[in-house]
């Protein structure tokens, strides 16, 4: 087995690409990225400026790369990649990066920083640096099925949990359903709710759906920690689930990272297209709304306002679509600043909430949230990603703030007519 | 000392002059009108030049001519004589200047000292030829006194200095290499007085005339430019006021001093002309009372009035040799781009394939926690 350097070098080596090594040559060090993340502006250390999070992918590109580079390599002058690097640079873009993208969204010259970021992982991993937190829960994924452990018996548990309380049936491994719904292992731990409103609206919509017993777990930790291998595998496991079940569509639920990974990175990684089609469960509301399949009785009296999960509404461009949706339920709707593509992350994607080290500086990061949030006074938040959720819950207790967090889909079920 | 009567001689005005030369009033407004325009003044100065002139009394000027061919003095005595321009010099009190005073040995020297005394601070000094140093200054001696003593020892009381000819003002062919008496420029020597170099080899006269012109009615020197030339004169390269020029916008040379397009006129940049690089009025003011320029004779310029002009290689070397075919380069050009593009393309292709080759599978074996 190689060195880690090497494997490292080699993989920042395979991730250069077009965009890459045009976005590394066109930086112009203005730093702009690093007033739009929050683990700076919540900590001022300029170590977390989003662009020299890619350091040890830049050094590659430099040295292979430019002529400046090229000629200090010759000479034997070039800053080389090093485990000293990797280590140091390990907590800066796994603890301190959720991925979020909104440093992509202010570079004046265009880069998609954030896209860097999620490359630069992949050398990180091959290398072995990925923080402990990650790299269990991607074991979990990869051996149990979840990150969470979550095998089907015990979704089994909460699907007959979740029948007994509607009195529906939870379609589970029905061959020629039109969608195939997957859950979060958060979803099914902590916020079963998700299941049964599903089954309420669909039912309500006259949806056909399915849930399939080999392929439930959407959350993909092998996107989070960097590995277009593991994230492969996870993303085959749901290929071959609708495969199976010859579904049209595979609905990817409220959490933003599935989403993404799901949606934007999956045909790519497997290199090839997928016999079905990805939405997410907000685009699907949207449409039976708009098909008069999804109608309300009663109304939220309460303010409430709306956080948008990164990777739905910047990665996704899922942005009218939940607003058009609270204003079926909210009577009272405020809008958070920054709302909508430049919205501030919870701190807590991209792997962030599986890695206990990160713990004080995702807290330090929730600063942000709790300063749009008590700019505001709204009582409930709603959102559609049950990362954010549980990481908004964790860090409004742990700033003694009274506001309750809920799910979007299941805010339109409870008002269901 | 000066005499009553020389006194009275400084006295009389230009305007008595050029009435007692027979020069109407008419003709002198029409010469400062031209002075203003060269000098790229506005319009609403020539009355200002007229009365300033009219009334100028006649200025000191002591002319050292050092190491040097006589060519300025030349070209500024014969070729305007008798001009409104020449009775401009006249006008000034040339109290000495070897090849124009009649008086020689002691009694030439004593003019000079005359001169000094009875004008410090006020006098003009013009200088042609460059100075050498070399030695002790041996190589070029006046009345037993080198060329570098009399010029610091005539330049410390004087109010500005003309350094006339390339010669003075860069050095000149003196100065060409190996330069073996160690020649100078004038300003390389004086450097506490102001200086106005009129290059040229020689320099056009009206611009001496010009900047003569302009210290009588502003009292004080023309705008430079970096090389201290009077920006009125040296504002704009030859090329740029070239007649020819149009040829050479079209790609139209002549190859050789007697082919075709040397006999239309065709522009001489591939014969060597350095117009492109030389700045200077010669395109506009012209030579020989207006007559015309070494070019529109059908040879190239030398770029005389730019430093350094006999050691930028043979006259008749082009500068650069243009695109002989615009689009036929372009393509290669753009070929040969394409090319190196490819490659660079296919270098860090297969350094790309090559570390595919070598990808790593990450597995869950890699994933054990560190302990």
């Known amino acids: 087995m190689s060195s880690s350097e090497d494997r490292a070098v080699n993989a920042f080596r395979e991730q250069i690409d077009g965009p890459i090594a045009s976005y590394l040559s066109s930086c112009v060090h203005c730093g702009l990225c690093a007033h739009a993340c929050l683990f700076f502006t919540e900590t001022e250390d300029p170590r977390y400026t989003p662009i020299n999070k890619v350091e040890p992918l830049r050094r590659v590109w ?32 796994y603890d301190a990066c959720t991925l979020c993208g909104r440093c992509s969204m202010v570079c004046p010259v265009g880069n998609d920083i954030s896209y860097m970021i999620r490359k630069t992982r992949e050398g990180m991993v091959a290398a072995g640096y990925a923080p402990d937190g990650l790299k269990g829960a991607t074991q979990r994924a990869v051996t149990i099925g979840s990150p969470m452990g979550v095998k089907f018996p015990a979704l089994q548990v909460q699907i007959h949990n979740v029948e007994r309380e509607t009195g529906l049936t939870v379609p589970v491994d029905v061959h020629g359903a039109d969608y195939m719904a997957l859950l979060s292992s958060m979803e099914i731990m902590n916020f079963p709710e998700y299941i049964g409103a599903l089954a309420k609206i669909f039912d309500k919509a006259g949806v056909s759906w399915t849930l399939c017993s080999e392929a439930f777990e959407a959350t993909n930790s092998g996107m989070q920690i960097g590995s277009s291998d593991l994230e492969g595998e996870l993303l085959q496991r749901v290929v071959d689930g609708a495969e199976s079940l010859g579904v049209k569509y595979v609905i990817s639920p409220e959490c933003g990272h599935a989403y993404y990974a799901l949606r934007w990175e999956g045909p790519n990684v497997l290199g090839k297209k997928y ?26 009296d309460e303010k409430l306002t709306f956080h948008d999960p990164c990777q739905i509404v910047r990665k996704g461009g899922v942005v009218e679509e939940p607003r058009s949706l609270l204003s079926l339920v909210a009577s009272d709707f405020v809008e958070m600043e920054d709302a909508g593509v430049m919205n501030w992350c919870c701190g807590a994607g991209g792997g962030v909430s599986a890695n206990e080290r990160a713990q004080p500086l995702k807290l330090a990061a929730f600063k942000r949230k709790k300063s749009q949030l008590e700019a505001l006074g709204a009582g409930t938040m709603v959102t559609a990603c049950a990362n954010c959720r549980i990481n908004m819950e964790e860090g409004l207790e742990e700033n003694n703030m009274q506001i309750e967090v809920i799910g979007l889909t299941e805010t339109l079920a409870d008002h269901l007519a | 000392m000066g005499s009553a009567v020389e006194q009275n001689v400084r006295a009389i005005t230009v305007a008595d002059r050029l009435r007692a030369q027979g020069i109407s009033r008419r003709g002198f407004l029409k010469f400062c009108a031209s002075t203003a325009s060269l000098m790229a003044l506005s319009p609403a100065m020539v009355p200002a030049i007229a009365r300033a002139l009219e009334n100028a009394r006649r200025p000191s000027v002591i002319w050292l001519s050092f190491q040097e061919c006589t060519g300025c003095t030349e070209s500024l005595t014969r070729s305007h004589s008798p001009s409104v321009e020449s009775l401009i010099l006249e006008q000034v009190s040339l109290d000495y200047h070897h090849t124009l005073q009649a008086a020689s040995g002691e009694a030439a020297e004593l003019a000079r000292e005359t001169a000094m005394q009875e004008n410090q601070g006020k006098y003009l000094l013009v200088v042609d030829g460059s100075i050498p140093v070399k030695d002790g200054g041996v190589y070029s001696t006046i009345a037993g006194i080198t060329n570098v003593d009399m010029l610091n020892e005539v330049a410390a009381g004087a109010a500005a200095i003309i350094a006339v000819g390339s010669c003075a003002a860069f050095g000149g062919i003196g100065h060409a290499r190996p330069n073996p008496t160690g020649a100078m420029p004038v300003s390389e020597i004086v450097t506490d007085k102001p200086i106005v170099n009129v290059s040229g080899c020689p320099p056009i006269p009206t611009v001496i005339t010009g900047v003569l012109a302009h210290f009588l009615t502003f009292n004080k020197l023309p705008d430079l430019d970096d090389l201290g030339r009077p920006l009125a004169f040296f504002g704009q390269s030859i090329h740029d006021r070239c007649y020819r020029r149009p040829f050479y916008d079209k790609g139209l040379f002549a190859e050789s001093f007697d082919d075709e397009g040397a006999r239309k006129g065709w522009c001489l940049y591939r014969l060597g002309c350095k117009g492109p690089a030389t700045y200077n009025a010669c395109a506009t003011t012209k030579w020989n009372q207006g007559t015309s320029f070494p070019i529109e004779a059908g040879h190239p310029c030398l770029g005389c009035s730019e430093p350094d002009f006999w050691d930028m290689g043979s006259f008749y070397r082009a500068l650069s040799i243009p695109t002989e075919d615009t689009t036929r380069t372009l393509v290669y050009g753009v ?20 570390a595919k080759a070598a990808h790593y599978k990450v597995s869950v074996n890699d994933l054990e926690e560190s302990t």
């Open chain 1, 62 to 93: 430099k040295s292979e790369y430019t002529f400046f580079g090229k000629l200090a390599s010759m000479l034997g002058v070039a800053k080389k990649v090093t485990d000293d690097l990797l280590e140091e640079w390990e907590p800066l873009i």
């Open chain 1, 275 to 300: 016999p079905f089609q990805v939405i997410h469960i907000l685009e699907l509301l949207d449409q039976l709304r708009l098909k008069g399949k999804l109608k309300v009785e009663d109304k939220v």
């Open chain 2, 335 to 354: 070929g040969t781009g394409a090319v190196l593009g490819a490659a660079a393309a296919a270098v860090a292709r297969s350094r790309k394939s090559k």
